[in-house]
């Protein structure tokens, strides 16, 4: 697969994770977190604001292809 292609398709799933993580994350806390304390939020916040990476690692990873060792 040329690389152009692959990095066009990595950065769609890229744009669809996050807009699809981020409103997965907020529905979550709206019923689930209407009630708590501030510090719920933002300890909740913090951590779904991070853990969008991991997923995201594996596509970048994907689009840079198999590393290629340079021998002299």
């Known amino acids: 697969m040329p690389v152009r292609l ?5 950065t769609v ?9 981020a409103l ?7 019923y689930r977190l ?3 304390a501030w510090y719920v939020h933002l300890l909740y916040f913090l951590f ?3 853990l ?3 997923p995201a690692m594996f596509v970048i990873r994907w ?7 340079k021998q002299s």
């Open 34 to 36: 209407a009630e708590s």
């Open 6 to 10: 692959k990095k066009l398709i990595g």
């Open 63 to 69: 689009m840079e292809g198999p590393r290629k060792d």
């Open 24 to 30: 997965v994350a907020t529905t979550v806390a709206t």
């Open 52 to 54: 969008w990476v991991v």
């Open 48 to 50: 779904t604001g991070v």
């Open 13 to 21: 799933i890229i744009i669809a994770l996050v807009v699809l993580y």
